[in-house]
């Protein structure tokens, strides 16, 4: 499985966007996905995820109510929407997949390359 990260960008405090993650390759659709991010200088941490049909997603208490993750498993594509975006919010963002519904990075064996957010106060 190969994974694609786009839509990163600089914003301002307040702002929305959307990041996509576009997969390639057999087996997508039975995996999990989540979102995950890294500011500078600090750990990579989770931001959310969503079960392989699209039924059960979990947030991050950091973006609960700002963030939604969605999936087309028929376009091989997941989303990710900020709203209310917050200069904590600045980080590089990836996508991960994986066979199990967790938080944790070192559970996911196909990742992209990350695309980078920056946000403005």
């Known amino acids: 499985v190969h994974l694609v990260e786009s839509g990163g960008g600089q914003v301002q405090a307040g702002s929305s966007l959307t990041l996509f993650c576009t997969a390639s390759g057999s087996g997508f659709r039975a995996l999990a996905v989540g979102w995950f991010r890294q500011a500078p200088g600090a750990q990579r941490e989770f931001v959310g995820i969503i079960h392989w049909d699209g039924q059960t997603i979990e947030y991050a208490d950091s973006v609960k109510g700002r963030f939604t993750v969605a999936r087309d498993n028929a376009k091989a594509t997941m989303s990710l929407q900020m709203s209310s975006l917050e200069p904590e919010d600045t980080g590089v963002y990836y996508c991960?997949?994986?066979?199990?519904?967790?938080?944790?990075?070192?559970?996911?064996?196909?990742w992209g390359q990350g695309t980078a957010v920056t946000v403005s106060s």
């Open positions: 991960a997949a994986g066979g199990r519904f967790v938080r944790e990075a070192k559970e996911y064996a196909y």
